[in-house]
Structure formats: C-alpha cells, structure tokens
C-alpha cells in the first residue's frame, strides 16, 4: 500500500485509524460488486447525488435509476474488450476530518483470458456524514495509456 495521509484535524489516531480501514474496506466491496457486471450491485456504495468524472466529463447522477444507467454504459463498454476482472489497490488513504476521506487506486484491467487490456485509476471522495457509514459522493475515473 502507498502513502496514508494523516491529516484529519483535530482527531486521534483511533479515529483516523478506523476511518482509513472504512475508506479501504469500501473500495474492495465496491470493486467486488462492480465486477459483478451487474449495474446496481455498486447502488449500496453510492451517496445520492454522486459525481462522476470520466474521460474529460462531468455528470451528476442525482438518482438510482442514473447510476445504473451510468453503470451499464461502463459495464457496456467493458463487455466489447471482452472484460473479464479488474485487480486494483489503494494507493493513498488521506483522512480529511471526521467526514471525509479520499482514497487513490490504481488497477489494471484484464480480458477472460487473464491477458491486461487497460491500467486503470481512481479517485474517491467518500463521505460518510452524520458518522454514518462511508459512501462514494465523488468518483474520479481515468484509463492510464
């Protein structure tokens, strides 16, 4: 794993401890959903609205029904490079407050034969307001050449 940003003012290292292992452990439920292929699976993940950047873009998705839509045009595409799975890892954790977290991945995606077809990174603002649970309200999503 890369850095882990200790910002997180005014809170003790427990706190920013457990936020960093929420952060973590939501970004690998939510790669094992989004492999699924099936586009509501990552629902659960997502704080409503969301922001989705991609390739130059900007979209808020302010409903289910519009992240699923956005989710099966990614799963669409990925189908046509015959996308078998995505392996990734967090680069950097970064504990903003009690609130918010970023977190940075940087993956590679393979076809169904195990052969790389495109690096991948991302990066998630997820907050998890009210101390609820942690949720996707930014993704950041770019293919590496």
Same mark, same amino acid.
């Given at each position: 794993?890369?850095?882990?940003?200790?910002?997180?003012?005014?809170?003790?290292?427990?706190?920013?401890?457990? #936020? /960093?292992?929420?952060?973590?452990?939501?970004?690998?439920?939510?790669? @094992?959903?989004?492999?699924?292929?099936?586009? &509501?699976? !990552?629902?659960?993940?997502?704080?409503?609205?969301?922001?989705?950047?991609?390739?130059?873009?900007?979209?808020?998705?302010?409903?289910?029904?519009?992240?699923?839509?956005?989710?099966?045009?990614?799963?669409?595409? #990925? /189908?046509?490079?015959?996308?078998?799975?995505?392996?990734?890892?967090? @680069?950097?954790?970064?504990?903003?407050?009690? &609130?918010? !977290?970023?977190?940075?991945?940087?993956?590679?995606?393979?076809?169904?034969?195990?052969?790389?077809?495109?690096?991948?990174?991302?990066?998630?603002?997820?907050?998890?307001?009210?101390?609820?649970?942690?949720?996707?309200?930014?993704?950041?999503?770019?293919?590496?050449?």
């Amino acid at each position: 794993m890369g850095t882990m940003a200790e910002s997180g003012s005014g809170m003790d290292a427990r706190e920013i401890a457990e #936020l /960093r292992r929420s952060a973590i452990e939501l970004f690998g439920d939510y790669l @094992e959903k989004f492999q699924s292929g099936a586009p &509501e699976a !990552v629902l659960p993940f997502m704080s409503l609205p969301v922001v989705m950047v991609s390739a130059g873009r900007v979209a808020v998705r302010e409903t289910s029904e519009q992240v699923i839509a956005a989710y099966g045009e990614i799963h669409d595409r #990925l /189908r046509t490079l015959d996308y078998g799975s995505t392996r990734a890892h967090v @680069e950097a954790v970064e504990v903003l407050d009690h &609130e918010t !977290v970023t977190v940075r991945t940087l993956g590679i995606r393979y076809d169904r034969h195990g052969r790389a077809i495109e690096p991948t990174q991302a990066l998630y603002l997820m907050l998890g307001p009210d101390g609820g649970p942690l949720r996707i309200a930014t993704l950041v999503a770019f293919i590496t050449e």
